[in-house]
């Protein structure tokens, strides 16, 4: 008998789906103090979580059978993935059960700010106040409406607002265009268009790109009166900034389910009569409730069976029978395939992969990886190795590999070749002994240097004093430079790629790029 715990209230008819199976034996902890919960779970199969329980160190120390943790919804902030990692244990998430939950719940938002409906219905039933010259609001017909990520939520967002009749625009450099303008949405490159609307909502992961998205700069950019809604992760918008913009009502209304720290009781931004606040119920529906149990409980069934690990988020594609030289090429051209989209952010229309020696009878595995690889910046925890074929497939994105038998320059080189609406960019890396991971090429730059850390990538003409200018620059905001690696093509050109110990302000980017010699720069942070 397969043993899975539930270890958080989920919907009935998921427990009812395990407690039906003849080979699982259902244990509902979802009522047991935490400390009683780990001493139960020494001999469990799967888990199955919710936001109540953290799979953290006390938790992985309690268990010794553990196979598989499923958290029952999207989020995995409370799980230790590299922990379960290490001890050989799949995570997985329901990351879409609570699409149409999510999307309503924004538009109850976007509803409420434009009429001032909650503030009515307080000064009536609380106040007993028959006062509706209080209570002019506006139409959201011929208002302009900006997405910020046009996946599965903002599309069906931006869906519902044409029926509204407004005119909807979307920003998502990580989409193909067309999947905006088939459904008659306006798709926009430029940031700037978005931040014109007269109301702006976002949809996209929480990442280290996002965090922050909208600050002070971007608000003192907008049309007076905007109204913003965030339902999606806490600390997309600055929350000290857009406390500020609501005060001096540049900010007429917000509309927020999420808050950088939850329970967000205490939140400065509850003190302001013109924010509506919910706390994060964008999957409370009964409906979604419901799906996410039953999307839950299958997965743990087929993680408990070993048949499939739906959505898992560590799950490497299966290396058995690998030998171990394998495993960092797979981390290499993932890092390969992140690199090139942190460094280009358009839209991508197709992947080459290309390998020469060995390595190259696992062209099929490296594939995954770097697909994975690709997308993570703009998906996140979504991308897996399991969904990544088909997330690709589904984007248009084609895929293709090439193998050659030996290698002019190393034993085993990998490289990707990543194409998008912009142009094309190609990076190659290799392995040396004792796993050590290099990148060793930038379209035409041979580069040695490992794809780590914080890097800022300079082409320049080949002109003396440049490398004296980024050092100059980077010296007087006291940014250490840890590595610079200096690459020459036959065209005049130069590539440097410096690492440096500190995050790097944009003004320090804006200064660089001013340097006259310049031809191009991006900051990556791997």
Known sequence: M???AVCDHIHQKGLDMLSSQNDIEMFDFSDLPKDELFARLKDVDVAITRSSTSVDQKFLQSVQNLK???????????????????????VMNVPTANTIAAVELTMTHILSAIRNFPGANTQLKDERKWK???????ELKGKKLGVIGFGNIGSRVG??????????LAYDPYIQPSKATNLGITYVKNFSDILACDIITIHTPKSTETKNMITKKEIAQMKDGVILINCARGGLYNEDDLYEGLKSKKIRWAGIDVFDKEPGTSNKLLDLPNIYVTPHIGANTLESQEQIAKEATQAAMEAAR??????????PATQANTPD??????????KLGYFCSKVDKSAITSIKIHTEGEISKYVDLLKIFAIVGVLKPSLDNKINYINAPFIAQERGIQIHTNTQDSSNSYKNLVSITFNTNEGSLSVAGTVFDDNIIRLSQFDEFEVLVEPKGRM?????????????NVGQILGKHSINISDFRLARNNRGEALALVLID????QKVIDELRDIPACLWICYVVM
């Open 2 to 4: 397969y043993k899975i």
């Open 68 to 90: 598989a943790v499923v958290r029952a919804g999207v989020g995995v902030d409370n799980v230790d993935i590299d922990g379960c990692s290490k001890q050989g244990i799949v």
């Open 132 to 138: 509706r010259e209080d209570w002019y609001g506006t």
């Open 159 to 168: 869906i519902r607002c044409k029926a509204f009749e407004m005119e909807v």
């Open 306 to 315: 070993g048949i499939a690990y739906p959505n898992a988020l560590n799950l």
């Open 325 to 334: 030289f394998v495993q960092p090429y797979t981390e290499l051209i993932q």
């Open 456 to 468: 800022i990538l300079f082409k320049n003409t080949d002109v003396p004093g440049v490398i004296g």
């Open 502 to 505: 500190d995050d790097v302000p």
